[in-house]
């Protein structure tokens, strides 16, 4: 194995510190060294968005990025959009709520997506959610409940969420 | 059936999921997230060829990298007796290349290491000598005399794998000299893949102090691979566990065994760690269980009124290396003789030949229930070109050929008996929630200005829900399915099924069943799948099997405890059982509704109160074995808008109606139907995994085999109608799979229709803009 060098990032509010080979993707540093399982892998291209999650503020694909670039980061995974107390993030009530997950693969990245999208555009239309979310696949759900599920966090924007 | 309340629960309500919690907060536990004390990680090597000789293997480079721990080939495999496992159809498959590869990505040698980087770079010294044979692309090539004859293990020396029929063959033939009119459509549906969003996978872990193999294992079918682990392993039964833990996606992608699997196993039981082995997408798409790549032909005779007198079909089947189809044994073709679908023939014929070539092994049923995709797109493809034929509409040529609901349960020329269908009714429906007589009016008005819309009707009929047992098997284990619940004293309830969710709901929807048949709420019941040492037995989820095979056990296994209950209600309202009535949840002693005992109270008692004699506990199992399949049906209708300039083709709107019988959750059915309709969408216009000549993959990446975004895919309309299975204890039946089996051909009609005045009656899928914009070349018309 090549030689490792600490990274520090804070993840979900937390500052965590590990080694990482140069080359050890984020993806793989989130997963398997933090192991917060919910950010997920579908592909091997960069297609698929199922690695999303926020890198100061702004969505990334985690398998596009070596950790040690990371570094000095903030990141939010899926592990850290309810809030501390369990209470869930109005997108995740909305997938709920709306049947926007079905195998759960695709939802982490999916929600990670969306709470970017709405927090540059609280009140979105429905195309722009469509293009909001275009960098996540989904195989199950056909994306209609999808973009109701954010259009009901979307409606709960202004209201305290 | 009596309705519940909410609070209960039970069929017919649009309770939420009760899965998604963990899913939204990142708590799933998929097989990639399955971390062991110890584990190590497996690295497939693969072939770059699709045909060659193996020369010779060289892993001394790859052993000498520090934390490397074993190089498995196929000769040492061979040493065991594992180089080859059956494939669960009538063939085997190398498990690693020993003598020669057969297609490109073919397994070759399995790299173990203590990092997934490192067994990834060890994989890469691997050295491999190839000598390149003749490559056989082209399954009209296969049965040439000069083609390479590729499966040298085979005494048969020729790379022919079956001929099939059904039907009778005379008849047809006399039908068809004496009809008035013929037509005819070659269609071939081309080799897609199921692409689940979660690969396949395992974690292979032996425990030698205990001799007990777990395998966590990204399965459809938990039961019948401990089983096939057990009897290709020669590892006792007893030992083996299987675990399906929560699924991304299958779509009949993991219903097979691979070789990952068992090198994974292999490695475990040789190094005694947990081996884990994940493939990445391009070995998914390259290497697992590809579906289709049927090359069709279809002729139907009619009366000059477009009568359907009798159907013809003859198919060509390529299988790529190896059977490696899923599906009951005697159906080689598996249920691809529903071809005859909605319409009533006098006669029909039905054959398939399969051949071997050198591409991917499979023939598994992507989101279908084996081979029914491929029959519901021929016949309504072939049904809209003998209307064109005619200058009918597409509407009226299947009216008048549907048939009619007085003549169920029928029996199809090809052999099966229809349960139940009102085929009109659904179609109706479709069409008034589409409008079509004004998008008619809309198309003729377009058409004098030169523009392209069309729009296109599917109006299909599916065989699922296999068994029965006396006719379907799976490596010979009948297609029944199974439930066992447990109400606990205080009145919740376990139960577990021989089913596996991939998405599909399971925890919600059998909970719902439970509520309805004993009235104990769904939200008390909690379901669980996938652990072979919990779950009584079951063949699995595919098929859309799981609602009528082990949804129906749920509702038998529930009535038993219902039975045993009242008997413990009369003893605690000390009244006769034939005093006492059931409402959803209780029994009350009729005329005095005010004598009751809950379910919750009668549960307390069968732990604590028991009539005398009666045996302790509130528990029932039951394996259920349907005395046929299901016919779920339903009409969809696309409407299109063709770009002149560059053969764009955009799904303005799409109406699916189904009928599936009585729902259990209709807002997972229409969740499952949105899925369904968008692989549908993928099928017809993007998706295609192609070959070259030198069998190089096309379309073994996310980056050419493509999934709609959220962009692409249109805003889907649903409906449904409700005609009941006679003979489903409760009346329902399968619908996972009826939008990717319906829907193909809609989309393939809709822009057949829009061209359809400049002659055109067929487009193979997947219909490109390239595709497009050529036709428009030859026909002359330009933006």
């Not at chain 2, 669980?528 to 129906?552: F, I, K, Q, V």
């Not at chain 2, 009751?596 to 008692?605: L, N, R, V």
Request: glycine share 10%; proline share 6%.
């Amino acid at each position: 194995m090549a030689k490792t060098e600490l990274v520090s990032i804070k993840v979900n509010g937390r500052e965590r510190q590990a080694p990482a080979e140069p080359r050890l993707l984020l993806v793989h540093f989130i997963r398997d060294v933090l192991q917060l399982t919910g950010t997920h892998i579908g592909c091997d291209t960069s297609n698929c968005g199922a690695c999303t999650v926020l890198l100061d503020g702004k969505p990334i694909k985690s398998c596009t990025m070596f950790a040690v670039q990371a570094d000095g980061a903030e990141i939010l995974t899926i592990e850290g959009v309810a809030s501390k107390d369990g209470k869930l993030h109005p997108l995740q009530e909305g997938f709920k709520e709306e049947h926007g997950l079905q195998c759960g693969y695709c939802t982490p990245g999916m929600i990670l997506s969306s709470y970017a999208l709405l927090k540059e555009n609280p009140h979105p239309t429905e195309e722009q959610i469509r293009w909001g979310i275009s960098g996540n696949l989904c195989r199950c759900t056909g994306y209609k409940n999808i973009v109701k599920a954010v259009q009901y966090a979307a409606s709960k924007n202004g209201q305290g969420a | 059936m009596q309705k519940t309340s909410l609070e209960i629960g039970g069929m017919g309500h649009a309770i939420k999921r009760k899965e998604d919690p963990r899913f939204l907060q990142g708590k799933g536990n998929y097989v990639d997230d399955v971390h062991l004390p110890g584990m190590v990680y497996g690295h497939m090597v693969r072939s770059p060829y699709a045909h060659a000789r193996l020369k010779s293997i060289n892993t001394a480079e790859a052993l000498k990298l520090p934390g490397v721990l074993a190089v498995i080939t196929g000769e040492d495999l061979a040493k065991a007796g594992l180089a080859w496992m059956p494939t669960l159809f009538h063939d085997k498959q190398m498990v690693l290349a020993t003598g020669k590869v057969l297609f490109q990505s073919q397994e070759v040698a399995f790299v173990v290491a203590e990092d997934r980087y490192v067994a990834a770079d060890a994989a890469e010294l691997v050295e491999v000598e190839y000598e390149e044979l003749p490559v056989l692309v082209d399954p009209h090539k296969a049965r040439d005399p000069g083609a390479p004859i590729l499966r040298e293990d085979r005494e048969e020396k020729s790379n022919h794998i079956f001929h099939w029929e059904v039907g009778d063959r005379a008849a047809s033939d006399k039908v068809f000299s004496e009809s008035a009119v013929t037509a005819r459509v070659d269609a071939v549906f081309q080799r897609c893949h199921p692409a689940p969003l979660e690969t396949c996978g395992c974690v292979a872990d032996f425990n030698r102090a205990t001799s007990r193999l777990n395998i966590y294992l990204t399965s459809q079918a938990p039961h019948a691979h401990r089983t096939l682990f057990a009897i290709v392993g020669g590892i006792p039964e007893q030992n083996i566990r299987v675990v399906s833990p929560d699924i991304g996606g299958g779509f009949g992608n993991k219903v097979p065994i691979y070789p990952g699997y068992v090198c994974a196993v292999v490695a475990s039981l040789t190094l005694g760690v947990p081996v884990k082995w994940i493939e990445t997408r391009s070995e998914n798409l390259q290497s697992t269980g590809f579906a289709r790549d049927y090359h069709m032909t279809a002729e139907l005779a009619a009366d000059k009124d477009g009568k359907l007198r009798a159907m013809r079909v003859n198919t060509l089947a390529d299988h790529g290396a190896f059977n490696a189809a899923a599906q009951p044994t005697k159906f080689p073709a598996g249920l691809f003789s529903i071809c005859t679908g909605s319409y009533d023939f006098a006669e029909a014929f039905c054959e398939v030949d399969g051949v071997y070539t050198n591409k991917a092994p499979g023939g598994i049923a992507y989101r279908c229930s084996f081979r029914v995709t491929e029959a519901a797109y021929l016949i309504e493809r072939a049904v809209d070109v003998l209307a064109a034929d005619l200058k009918m509409d597409p509407v009226e040529i299947r009216r008048k050929n549907f048939i009619p609901p007085s003549h169920f349960p029928y029996k199809s020329p090809l052999g099966w008996t229809y349960d139940s269908g009102d085929y009109d009714k659904a179609m109706t429906k479709a069409l008034e929630m589409i409008g079509y007589d004004d998008l008619r009016k809309e198309q003729a008005e377009k058409r004098a200005k030169g523009e392209l819309m069309g729009i296109g009707i599917s109006s299909f009929t599916e065989i699922v829900g296999a068994g029965p047992g006396h006719t379907f098997d799976i490596a010979g284990i009948k297609m029944f399915d199974s439930c066992e619940i447990r109400v606990h004293p205080t009145g919740k309830a376990i139960a577990r099924m021989g089913t596996k969710s991939q998405g599909q709901g399971h925890e919600t929807t059998y909970a719902q069943i439970v509520a309805q048949e004993l009235g104990i709420p769904a939200a008390d019941v909690l379901i669980e799948e996938g652990d072979t040492d919990t779950a009584p037995y079951g063949l699995g989820t595919y098929a859309s099997r799981s609602t009528p095979t082990s949804g129906a056990a749920t509702a038998i296994a529930a009535r038993k405890i219902r039975d045993k209950a009242k008997k413990i209600a009369a003893h605690l309202l000390e009244v006769s059982e034939d005093d006492l009535e059931w409402e959803p949840g209780k029994f009350f002693v009729k005329g005095a509704p005010s004598k009751s005992k809950t379910i919750q109270d009668i549960a307390f008692a069968a732990y604590t109160n028991l009539p005398e004699g009666m045996e302790a506990g509130l528990e029932a199992v039951n394996y259920y074995d349907p005395p046929n399949l299901t016919f779920p049906f339903g009409t969809y209708i696309s409407v299109v808008d063709i770009d002149k300039g560059t053969g764009a083709v955009k799904v303005r709107r799409f109406v699916a109606v189904d009928d599936c019988g009585n729902i259990i959750n209709p807002m997972i059915v229409e969740g499952q139907v949105h899925g369904g309709l968008t692989e549908g969408l993928a099928i017809a216009f993007m998706q295609n995994i192609g070959y070259d000549e030198n069998g190089n993959i096309e379309g073994g990446t996310f980056m050419d085999y493509l999934v709609p975004t959220a962009v692409e895919t249109p805003s889907w309309e649903t409906a449904t109608t409700c005609t009941p299975s006679p003979h489903h204890p409760f009346g329902a039946k399968g619908v996972g799979e009826s939008p990717n089996v319906g829907s193909p051909a809609a989309f393939v009609n809709s822009v057949v229709d829009a061209l359809s005045h400049l002659g055109v009656r067929h487009i193979d899928m997947p219909i490109t803009p390239w595709k497009v914009w050529k036709i428009l070349q030859e026909k002359g018309v330009t933006a």
